[in-house]
């Protein structure tokens, strides 16, 4: 755990705080927003100071070039209130570091640690009224970068403007999943975006997502766009199997974000001694399992969503259904993660910064 220092960034204070007419306790996820917002601009090969100002609408030219081109990356991270009152935030220099992978694929600049990091950190000192409290809340924190060049053609922007904003959030999926694999459209390729946080990766997943949910599931699992047979991950989370006793998960090849949860949890089963494999895992194989009584668990793991299970997964004309109230290793890691965010356990790993109040 690594406290924070205090660093000088301008401030404008809101007058009108939405924070008493804020329901905590009925929080949909992403559709309210904190009081202010961190805005850093990029211009001339160089970025300016970073502020914090008001929420509120930007202004943008009808020819801004991330709306035309799609050069726009995000992260989505948080921020969590321990048992003690203090505001704890999560890995946020692997955010950064990932942030700045999703730049240089998409030939925007990098995002230096004085605006990420210590921004966040001034930022969330500002916010930290609106970080919930209670085991299943969290603040949500999500830095945007895109292209704001007024320009009609294909080229990399000239200037750029970086944002955090944030949202206070309660559980994503109330439910365990049920899961639609398709196999008729696909999310990635080798050599495409799959592996960053480009927001041109969720746009053409829309249409899958739509229809699992028309067709009562609640999330889609994709597959390898080549054979169309090895299980990639979910629209916005790494995908977990058990397999007798085993954690699988698929390995990375490119076409896979590299979720900071996914690394939280194959870090937590390996020090409870859990072996864990990544490796490639074909949607056959995993029908097989079940079919044979092997797999044991199935489960998502994001940001948003933490670690999700999965109730039951239909491919093709096919459909296994699982027993979450009767997984084991999902919980016993879930409640590890939830207790070092919280402050129940110590954080061995490094993983928090604890956010020192204004
Ligand atoms: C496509 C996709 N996969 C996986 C994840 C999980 O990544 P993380 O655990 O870093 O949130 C996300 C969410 O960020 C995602 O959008």
Known sequence: MITTEKKRIAIERTSHSRLPQTDFGHLAFGSTFSDHVLIA?????????????????????PGTSALHYGQSIFEGMKAFRDVNDAINLFRAEDHRNRMNKSARRLCMPEVPAEIFIDGMHEFLRLEAPWVPAGEE????????????????????????RFIIMACPVSAYYPEPLRVWVTNSYVRAVDGGVGYVKAAGNYAPSMIANKYARENGYNVVLWLDAINRKYVEEYSTMNAFFVIDEFVVTPKLTGTILEGITRDSLLTLFEDMGVPTFEREISINEIFEMHDKGKL???????????????????????????????????????????DIRRGLEPDVYGWLTQILPE
């Open 296 to 338: 044991r668990e199935a489960f998502g793991t994001g940001t948003a969503a933490v670690v999700a299970p999965v109730q039951t997964i239909t491919y093709e004309d096919r459909t296994l259904e699982l027993n979450p109230d009767g997984f084991k290793l999902m919980p016993a890691a879930k409640k590890k993660l939830a």
């Open 137 to 160: 809340g969290s603040l949500y924190l999500r830095p945007l970068l895109f292209a704001t060049d007024s320009f009609l053609g294909i080229r990399p922007s000239e200037n750029y």
């Open 41 to 61: 601009d990029y211009s001339k090969g160089k970025w300016g100071e970073a502020r914090i100002v008001p929420y509120g609408n930007l202004e943008l030219s």
